[in-house]
């Protein structure tokens, strides 16, 4: 703290600022102690406004009700008998009692507020008296005591709202004389804050002025060195010839000098990030020949997946053909040892071939060779045929399999790539659905008709399903235990979906089972007549 305020006596800038600081703080600091004590007893007055005569005013209004509550309630019941009627009177009635006694302390020590007060509570006693008589003889007209022309006759010769209205016309007489001491504290209370207001702004202007005139006086003297050095900062972002540095003996002395030094240093770094500019556009040159290259090795790896996996799928169709020819022909004696041998290599051979179906799609997809045949058909029978498809892959696992189709609108698609999609998911459902259901339901959404397949397996975290759709991506369950094929089923699917106008989403928490949909775009003369 004392080395900063070294530093500013030293600053010649610096102490002229804060001499005119002193200055305009002198000058508000006087016009804040007179306005605080203003303030002081203007707050005193708005307290006591807002602790007695306020508070007054919204009991004598809330009497005011209670009276009308309580007149209302008694005429309900007396011309009824209903007994919610009675109940609200006697709620009134406690209320009443309370807040006129809370309103006889309070205007203890003014005479006539007590007077006025202590006659509206007789009035409403010698009320409650007469309403108690009348209670009764209600009462006993219902219970068939006595008729309701002897309660109408007792009734008229009572006094009871002569006595009420007494009460009413000194609580009105209070509420008057509460508003007229509320109004006239509010009159003292705005007078007394537009002194206060009237201080402050004076206050305020004056050392407007004072700081005005300072700073003009400072100014003129700062901001001519200040346009100096900006010259020279406009010079130096022209790449023009550097100005020389300002001769004043202050501290904008020594930061024109500090900036010449400074734009020196920097001409030095613009020809050096010049040169690296040049380099990095040489690099991004090689990488973009690199990134070609890259394309056109992609290009051919596609080819030769394509290529390969048909190449290889002649071989395979006949490896599981001549299986099936000696597992089902009658005239070939197989040991049993060669019979499983067979078994084993039809299912090897066929869980090859669907791993090769899905890379020769990929492989279609990424080169763009993918075709599709857009049709115009309603999806329900497809969504069955899938379902039957897939039932043996349950095998003897407790899991039932419903289907429902809630909508029959017409779809545009490939009917084959949808039914492709269809048996990967509900092939995947029943893979990862040991025991529970596998729920299929048809049903519209919008310009969309979606396929929901919904299993009770172990569910899918929030980590897998990020990177669910990418390429050999597999899911693994709760044992860490891998399930078979390429991690390439979703992935195509949601391509296929997605090249015919539609998608596959999923929704799942693990535990809980997950829910694929496949959005179909519907047909347009269906979306004309929704």
């Given at each position: 703290m004392t080395r900063s305020l070294t530093t500013i006596l030293r600053s010649k800038i610096l102490r002229r600022i804060l001499s005119g600081f002193v200055m305009v703080a002198a000058i508000l600091s006087l016009g804040l102690v007179i306005t605080n004590a203003q303030f002081e007893s203007l707050n005193q007055r708005f307290k006591s406004l807002l602790e007695l005569d306020v508070a007054l005013v919204e009991e004598t209004e809330r009497l005011q009700r209670l009276v009308s509550t309580l007149q209302s309630n008694k005429r309900g019941y007396m011309l009824t008998g209903?007994?919610?009627?009675?109940?609200?009177?006697?709620?009134?009635?406690?209320?009443?009692?309370?807040?006129?006694?809370?309103v006889t302390r309070v205007t203890a020590s003014r005479p006539e507020e007590?007077?006025?007060?202590?006659?509206?509570?007789?009035?409403?006693?010698?009320?409650?008296?007469?309403?108690?008589?009348?209670i009764a003889v209600r009462a006993a007209v219902d219970r068939g005591e006595r008729t309701v022309a002897e309660m109408t006759q007792m009734m008229a010769t009572r006094r009871g709202s002569q006595v009420i209205g007494v009460g009413e016309h000194a609580l009105d007489a209070l509420h008057?004389?509460?508003?007229?001491?509320?109004?006239?504290?509010?009159?003292?209370?705005i007078e007394a804050s537009v002194g206060s207001r009237r201080i402050a702004v004076a206050s305020m202007v004056l050392?407007?002025?004072v700081a005005v005139i300072y700073g003009l006086r400072v100014s003129r003297d700062i901001g001519g060195a200040l346009a100096d050095l900006q010259l020279a900062i406009g010079a130096m972002a022209r790449r023009e010839e550097l100005r020389p540095p300002l001769g004043r003996d202050d501290e904008i002395g020594e930061v024109s000098r500090s900036f010449h030094a400074m734009g020196r240093q920097l001409q030095r770094y613009a020809a050096e990030l010049g040169e690296r500019v040049r380099e990095q556009e040489r690099t991004l040159g090689e990488l973009r020949e690199a990134n070609d290259a890259l394309g056109r090795a992609m290009r051919v790896k596609s080819d030769?997946?394509?290529?390969m996996s048909h190449e290889l799928r002649t071989p395979l169709n006949a490896v599981i053909g001549l299986s099936d020819f000696l597992l089902g022909s009658p005239s070939e004696q197989l040991s049993q040892r060669a019979r499983e041998a067979l078994v084993t290599m039809r299912g090897s051979g066929s869980h090859l071939l669907a791993l090769l179906d899905d890379i020769l799609d990929l492989a279609k997809i990424d080169a763009g060779k993918m075709s599709y045949q857009l049709e115009t058909f309603a999806p329900g029978a497809l969504v069955r045929a899938c379902v039957a498809t897939a039932m043996p892959l349950l095998g003897d696992k407790p899991v039932d399999v419903a289907c429902e189709v809630a909508d029959a609108s017409r779809v545009i698609a490939d009917p084959q790539r949808v039914r492709q999609v269809l048996l990967n998911l509900l092939s995947n459902a029943v893979k990862f659905t040991d025991r529970g259901e596998v729920r299929v339901r048809v049903e519209r959404e919008g310009d969309a008709v979606v396929v929901r397949i919904a299993d009770t397996g172990?569910?899918?975290?929030?980590?897998?399903?990020s990177a669910l759709f990418e390429d050999f991506h597999q899911v693994r369950s709760g044992d860490a235990r891998?399930?078979?094929?390429?991690?390439l089923g979703l992935a195509l699917s949601r391509r296929?979906?997605?090249?015919?106008?539609?998608?596959?989403?999923?929704?799942?928490?693990?535990?809980?089972?997950?829910?694929?949909?496949?959005?179909v775009t519907r047909a347009p003369e269906e979306a004309d007549h929704a």
């Open positions: 209903d007994q919610d009627f009675l109940t609200r009177y006697w709620g009134a009635a406690r209320a009443i009692e309370v807040h006129s006694a809370r007590q007077r006025l007060m202590l006659t509206f509570r007789a009035a409403v006693e010698r009320y409650f008296a007469f309403s108690t008589e009348d008057d004389v509460e508003m007229r001491l509320v109004e006239e504290q509010r009159h003292r209370v050392g407007l002025l030769f997946l394509a290529t172990m569910g899918i975290s929030h980590q897998d399903q891998p399930y078979g094929g390429t991690g296929m979906a997605r090249a015919m106008g539609g998608d596959v989403t999923v929704e799942s928490e693990p535990g809980r089972g997950s829910t694929f949909s496949l959005h």
